[in-house]
């Protein structure tokens, strides 16, 4: 996993683009904005609301993850920024254009990957490339490196695609997205489908792309890669946008978590040491937030017999399920927002 | 230049089904010069015709003496006003309008192209150039039919190139007006299968009040409604010219459906 110092060195690259790389950005004028913006976007069906006052800012040459449970919005967010969907109210710019008005000069530049599904079956892998890297009007110069690190071969190129399985299909469209070099790349479940090996390669080259002063938007319901491979992420509910930052940031919102085991019972007043997570009288078992500072629950429980102790830190995941919680209370795993007590 | 690659792509898919129907239309109009003269040409046609009980000839629609005064020509025209040349005419062109824009919506296969940059006024006039070149297609293969038999059975008389140029251009227009409306429906819509209802539905009502307004005083004043009425196979091949209001409104048909359908594209939201 990505640690936090490792995603400031990531920071700080993506501040410092490779210049062997040529600059591709949409227009000189616009290269100081965000990547994409939201600015109070709404969109409604009738009566149903699937954007509702949607903001959202993605810096250039970063990796932003866009979390969110089903039918949060992602998908109809995604949609209006590549121009498919007209936003009802609100700004949505790409690369610094209006990505409804002045769509076709801001796609020029970004790579969007379509869903596996949405290839010509009756077209040979070559030939899908060939025909994306046509349209899209630049050359392929990231397509060998692309091909290279997803594993997908020149017999596999020369095949039909209604031979190719989910995965291949999913590589393919991957490679269609990036072969170009786009200024900015937009990634709706990337991983969906690949093996765990090319899913690693991904990320690596992801994470190129990013050194390379490159964006990448991408939404994932894989908490563990967007943690890995995301510096900045991003949480919508119910069309709105419900948490920001950086994965550092959104983490620290959650205290370290103990998990002590006892041999006995578990002792009276230990609920004392902070917000009490679980209590498994059984098992002996009982989960704690704690602060930063581990030495007052040192000090609390030396006098006990421990059978285990260990200090959980806070992952992605205790943000991602704060907020999914309310949407799914099935799915929901024992920790809490900030400042819940769950006792 | 972009239009032209997304053109020729259209074109390359359902390709087998195109050929196949284009094949059929070609034998289906090859077949009818060389029945005609195995029956002894257009006064030998005549003469079975005169056989015909009354009722009968009424629902072939067929003028007394019509083969008489419009000779082989008239003949050949007939198999143009067939339900099957019908039938095989608007099958490859409501297929064409329902696969593209509607059906890409529905497999999600237009956001390969959206995504890029291409404006969706470049993706939508590429699928007109491919409905003119599929309309130009079946136009020509039907001729390319009765020439063909023309020259197998040796017919009693030719056509001339005139007649054939007509002949190319009146159908050229039915196919036309018959895709503008289904490519305009496609463009609303989201799915194939509701293009094809709509467009068959549409197409058989059509064709029905064209039929039955001959027959039937009270549709009559329905007839000039449907677009069949202004498919005239006998004025290019006998009289060899395509009347100016058919080719006002079949043209003008065609157009208003491809502009209506444009207008829709380029304001629609788009699911993919």
Sequence with gaps: MLGFDDEEVCARVSRDPDPSTPSIA??????HEPALEFRNVFKTYGSIAALNDLSLNVERGTIHGFLGPNGAGK??????????????????????????????????????????????????????????????????????????????????????????????????????????????????????????????????????????GRTVFMSSHDLAEV?????????????????????????????????????????????????????????????????????????????????SLAIREPQLQDVFFSYYGEADNASRPETSPPGADSK | MTMLRI???????????????????????????????????????????????????????????????????????????????????????????????????????????????????AIYLARVLDLGLLALALAAAGALGTWVGILIADAPSDLSARAYIMLIGASWLLAWSIGGLVLGASAAASTTGRVVGWATGVLVILYFIDYFAELWSPLEPFGPLSIFRYFDPVAALVDNRIPLVNLIVLAGVGIVGVVAGLLVFERRDLAI
């Design chain 1, 75 to 212: 998908t109809t967010a995604i949609r209006i920024l590549m121009g498919f969907l007209k936003a009802s109210n609100g700004t949505t710019r790409l690369l610094g254009l209006d990505a409804w008005r002045d769509g076709v000069a801001a796609r020029s530049n970004v790579g969007y990957l379509v869903t596996a599904d949405a290839l010509y079956p009756d077209m040979s892998g070559n030939d899908q490339l060939a025909f994306a890297a046509d349209i899209s009007g630049r050359e392929s110069v990231l397509r060998k490196r692309a091909l290279d690190a997803l594993e997908l071969g020149p017999d596999a190129l020369g095949r039909r695609l209604g031979t190719y399985s989910k995965g291949m299909r999913q590589k393919l469209a991957i490679t269609a997205a990036l072969q170009h070099d786009p200024e900015l790349l937009v990634l709706d479940e990337p991983s969906d489908g690949l093996d765990p090996l090319v899913q690693q390669h991904l990320e690596e080259l992801l994470r190129e792309r990013q050194q390379a």
């Design chain 2, 7 to 121: 053109s020729a792509r259209l074109l390359r898919r359902g390709l087998g089904g195109t050929l196949m129907l284009l094949l059929g239309i070609t034998l289906f109009e090859l077949i009818n010069p060389v029945i005609g003269t195995s029956i002894g040409g257009s006064d030998a046609v005549q003469g079975l015709f005169d056989q015909l009980p009354p009722g009968m000839r009424a629902i072939t629609q067929v003028q007394p003496d019509f083969f008489i005064q419009s000779g082989f020509a008239g003949f050949v025209a007939l198999g143009y006003t067939h339900p099957v040349y019908f039938v095989l005419v608007s099958s490859a062109v409501v297929g064409f309008g329902s696969r593209t824009l509607a059906g890409e919506v529905e497999s999600g296969i237009l956001a390969l192209t959206l995504s890029r940059p291409v404006s969706r006024r």
């Design chain 1, 227 to 307: 943690e890995r491979t995301c510096q900045q992420v991003a949480v919508i509910r119910n069309g709105g946008l419900v948490a920001s930052g950086t994965t550092k940031e959104l983490s620290r919102q959650y205290q370290r978590t103990a998990i002590i085991r006892f041999r006995d019972s578990i002792p009276d007043g230990i609920d004392q040491l902070g917000t009490v997570v679980s209590v498994d009288r059984e098992r002996k078992v009982i989960e704690v937030r704690i602060g930063d500072d581990v030495n007052p629950l040192i000090r609390q429980i030396a006098k006990e017999d421990i059978a």
């Design chain 1, 26 to 31: 949409a227009s000189p004028d616009h290269h």
